[in-house]
């Protein structure tokens, strides 16, 4: 089902991205740089290595782009990589396969929200024996009938757990404006502690833009972010899922303000001492370079 209708079709996409992927800014390349959140099965592209070449179906229409239709397509898209990568060891090998391109990651579980609550109590149980190696919680999928609310208590747990806790929010959604309140204040009885897809506790919003530019066009794409940044709330800009949003994630931030960066390293959830080092070289390069 088409939930949105895009905005520009697929041929000028492909615009978009060859025309930015051959813009290669040193400053873009170079400069400190943190993601929120990116979805593992989100990374694969047709050109990512199979251990099993033969296992599952090709990502043939990954790899043309010829499926119409928003969300739709999108889903269609990070979908059809579930019929590759069905074994355990595959979604290791495709995080591993992505992680050499990261000097420090954390891992955030996340639950669907069309599964059942019970289901992602059952997951999260199951994953507390390695709860050092996940920083947080979160919530994906359509928000569609599946409000953050009804995971209500596997967010209260995991915070009991001293786990940190996000959830999508998608905009053009029933109640959208309400469930994104209700996930600020309610959830895991204190609030999330950071919005995917938040002023006066500081809560920081993620904002997939390439996605966003089939909805409403590069024209109205600054003018909005610009009544975010202006409220003051802190905006970071990342790719969600690479493989399906174009792999341009660097890119993203080619026309973006240096104080998105910190925003980034702000609301991130890395140790302080991380969090300091990443500022401190931030920085620096920006003395550097400006």
Not at 17 to 41: G, N, S, T, W, Y
Not at 250 to 261: A, F, R
Request: aromatic fraction near 10%; charge should be negative; hydrophobic fraction near 40%.
């Amino acid at each position: 089902m088409t939930l949105f209708k895009p905005f520009l079709s697929n041929v000028t996409i492909r615009e978009y991205r060859d025309l930015i992927r051959d813009h290669d800014d040193e400053f873009i390349q170079k400069i400190p740089k943190a993601e929120m959140h990116v979805h593992i099965e989100g990374t694969m592209t047709p050109e990512t290595p199979i251990p099993k070449p033969g296992t599952g179906k090709p990502c043939h229409v990954l790899a043309e782009g010829d499926v119409e239709g928003g969300t739709h397509r999108f889903f269609q898209l990070y979908c059809g990589g579930f019929d590759v990568f069905r074994e355990e060891e595959y979604f290791c090998y495709l995080a591993l396969n992505y992680f050499q391109r990261a000097v420090q990651f954390q891992w955030i579980m996340c639950f669907l929200r069309d599964m059942s609550p019970e289901s992602a109590m059952s997951h999260h149980i199951d994953a507390l024996p390695f709860r050092d190696m996940i920083v947080g919680i979160g919530l994906e999928f359509l928000e569609r009938g599946r409000p953050s609310l009804l995971f209500e208590d596997v967010f209260e747990r995991a915070r009991d757990n001293h786990l940190k806790i996000t959830c999508h929010c998608d905009f053009g959604a029933k109640h959208s404006l309400r469930h994104v309140a209700q996930a600020v204040d309610q959830l895991g009885e204190t609030g999330a502690g950071r919005i995917d897809h938040g002023l006066h506790k500081g809560l920081g919003l993620t904002i997939r833009l390439w996605g966003y530019l089939c909805y409403i066009g590069e024209s109205r794409i600054p003018e909005r972010m610009g009544v975010i940044h202006d409220a003051g709330i802190k905006i970071v800009i990342g790719s969600d899922d690479p493989a399906c949003m174009e792999d341009i994630r660097l890119k993203n931030t080619l026309y973006m303000l240096c104080e998105l960066c910190q925003y980034a390293v702000d609301i991130c959830w890395a140790s302080t001492t991380i969090e300091t080092q990443i500022l401190e070289e931030l920085q620096e390069y920006l003395k550097q370079v400006l």
